[in-house]
């Protein structure tokens, strides 16, 4: 592999950790990122089981993980007087070891700069797949041949776009929206819900979470202010402290919308481009993106690794390897869940959290799609 050169898309948790292998096996490699600076913030994403663990500390970076923890909380679910109604544990929600998606992309981000290119503001056009390699065109940077290209760029992927077809092939919307909005707000960690339709707050100054049940929408993603009018319409008449949240978007500076979504494509590779994370196995707000990406990019890499070069075999090995253990993707829809259709929805949703057997039953399910893959030592 030494000299082999890959372009990554997507800075976000897949890219720079795929890329962190691919350097240490001696690629050259550059990471392409429409985003003009690394992300912070956002919301909290979480890592479990012995398959993660055993990830994060081949990366020599599980002791980092640890230090940066928000040590996940209980979310208390509230009615619209503040009464609590049940409570969803934070080993639930959190996982093992819960830490803020902005704090884990710097940590990668650190561990890679210094041996990768990191192109911000940027972006792919095109894509050209040759014998000899992949011929890529950019937003603003001079076209360049690569030996191979990596899609690591979320649910909208561009690459996914470029290579496989258009996203409406490949990304199957399930019925609800979701946004995560920097409002500033104080409180408690609670979940309040009318039928289709949730408000949850992160805890002091933590982000809000909205969720609600629509359909599919025409708008900017890019234009907060275009979100931010899609959110009040599907709040208005809202009860609890809505009106309250609603008011605030006026200020809101970080504000981020989309739909709740699945990726379903055929193949994880195509030629000399393959699909990592989200863009290929995704699902908005499953509870395992995180955790997929991060493995993912450790069995991509050591596949390429161990084919010596030989992108087919690799791609196809990854794929063997990989198919199965991404099925947790392809497991429910976190709409419904999170923003129950009816009241005697929301009512059984909460008994399930009051149901001590019930709730070990929910915990031993996301333990054993956590853990579901033998891997392999590549180093």
């Known amino acids: 592999m030494k000299n082999t050169t890959v372009l990554v898309s997507g800075a976000g948790i897949a890219g720079p950790a795929l890329a962190f292998w691919l350097a240490r096996y ?67 929600s959190g996982g093992e070891l819960e830490i803020r998606r902005g704090d884990l992309t710097g940590l990668l981000y650190e561990r890679t700069a210094n041996d990768c290119e990191y192109l911000f503001g940027d972006s792919v056009t095109s894509l050209t797949d040759t014998p000899g390699g992949v011929h890529v065109t950019f937003a603003g940077a001079a076209p360049r041949t690569f030996d191979l290209v990596i899609g690591a760029d979320g649910m909208h992927s561009n690459v996914r776009r470029l290579a496989f077809g258009p996203e409406r092939d490949h990304l199957r919307f399930l019925g609800h929206y979701y946004a995560l909005v920097e409002l500033g707000v104080d409180g408690d960690a609670v979940m309040y819900n009318e039928p289709g339709r949730m408000a949850a707050l992160g805890g002091p100054k933590g982000p809000v979470l909205f969720v609600f049940a629509s359909p599919e929408l025409r708008y900017d993603r890019y234009d907060p202010e275009a979100q931010k009018d899609v959110l009040r319409a599907a709040y208005r008449g809202g009860s609890w402290r809505i009106p309250e949240l609603m008011a605030r978007l006026d200020d809101a500076t970080d504000v981020y919308l989309d739909s709740i979504s699945r990726t379903e494509v055929p193949a994880y590779a195509k030629g000399r481009v393959a699909l990592l994370g989200d863009s290929a196995y995704g699902n908005t707000l499953g509870g395992f993106g995180t955790g997929l990406a991060i493995v993912g990019a450790y069995v991509l890499a050591g596949e390429l690794r161990a084919a010596a070069g030989d992108h087919r075999a690799a791609f196809a090995a990854y794929e063997s390897a990989f198919r199965g253990y991404a099925k947790v993707a392809r497991q429910g829809t976190a709409g419904p869940f999170l923003a129950p259709g009816s009241r005697p929805r929301m009512a059984m949703r909460n008994w399930m959290f009051r149901s001590p057997w019930m709730l070990r039953l929910l915990l031993k399910a996301t333990d054993k799609f956590a853990t579901g893959i033998d891997l392999k030592d590549y180093r």
């Open 26 to 92: 001696g690629c050259t490699v550059t990471v392409v990122e429409r985003a003009p600076a690394l992300r912070t913030g956002g919301q909290a994403v979480d890592f479990k089981g012995e398959t993660h663990r055993t990830v994060l500390s081949r990366m020599g970076i599980l002791d980092d993980v640890r230090a940066l923890q928000t040590g996940g909380h209980d979310q208390t679910i509230i009615d619209a007087a503040g009464r609590p109604l049940a409570v969803i544990p934070g080993e639930f």
